[in-house]
């Protein structure tokens, strides 16, 4: 069964604090995904990877990096938590057949 | 500026009754993505498609695809409280290998 897994499914952060968000898939994508997830404005891009060490910027990359060293892991960094962005973090991967693998997300709250 | 609008935002309906959720936008799309997200989870493909005018089937769902690959609508048929969840649409511009516009979702109650 292919499978996506995220670190934690909650997390408590600071304002200010880095914070690291990792994804794992297991399908051996070269293709992986950060989305974030916020209600009435559906999934919005923030980077993605087409192959290790390569990285584009997605839709809202600001305040975001992104690691991608190895084929299976892609992490999100928040360089500096601002409560801007408390959300739902879902990492993906896809096929060739352009079809996205979720994983069960990460709800981060940057008090 | 969402580029794929869904409708209804919300829909509640009963056991056993049909239910139709639309996805819109200006834009031509090359596919066309319907995923479902539980609570807590993250969304899962439920069907793609490519043609204009294709229409697939999935047990108790119909997912089409407009002519002019700007549009697609999925149909619910005795609609069941497993059918519950978040429906969101998803555009892949720029060939097969574009990235995802998704919709904002249409979340669906069904009660008992």
């Known amino acids: 069964d292919v499978k996506v897994t995220q670190s934690s499914r909650y997390l408590v952060k600071r304002t200010g604090e880095k914070v690291f968000l990792e994804c794992v898939q297991d399908?051996?994508?070269?293709?992986m995904f950060w989305y974030r997830q916020d209600p009435g404005l559906g999934l919005r891009l923030i980077y993605f990877?087409?192959?290790?060490?390569?990285?584009e910027k997605g839709d809202i990359p600001e305040g975001y990096s992104v690691s991608r060293e190895k084929k299976e892991r892609f992490s999100l960094i928040l360089e500096s938590a601002s409560t801007n962005q408390t959300s739902m973090y879902l990492c993906?991967?896809?096929?060739?057949?352009?079809?996205?693998?979720f994983g069960p997300g990460t709800r981060l709250t940057v008090l | 500026t969402q580029l794929l609008e869904q409708s209804p935002q919300f829909l509640s309906i009963q056991e056993g009754e049909n239910l139709t959720v639309y996805c819109n936008s200006s834009?031509?799309?090359?596919?066309l993505q319907w995923y479902r997200q539980e609570p807590g989870e993250g969304p899962v493909l439920l069907v793609t498609?490519?043609?204009?005018?294709e229409v697939k089937k999935l047990k108790r769902l119909t997912f089409q695809f407009g002519d002019a690959r700007k549009d697609s609508s999925l149909h619910i048929t005795a609609a069941q409280t497993g059918d519950t969840g978040l429906y969101l649409c998803?555009?892949?511009?720029?060939?097969?290998?574009?990235?995802?516009?998704f919709g904002a979702g249409t979340q669906v109650v069904v009660t008992p």
């Open positions: 993906a991967s896809r096929t060739v057949y352009n079809e996205q693998f």
């Open positions: 834009s031509v799309f090359s596919s």
């Open positions: 399908m051996d994508h070269e293709n």
């Open positions: 990877s087409y192959d290790v060490k390569m990285k």
């Open positions: 498609v490519v043609t204009g005018g």
């Open positions: 998803a555009g892949a511009r720029g060939g097969s290998w574009g990235k995802l516009q």
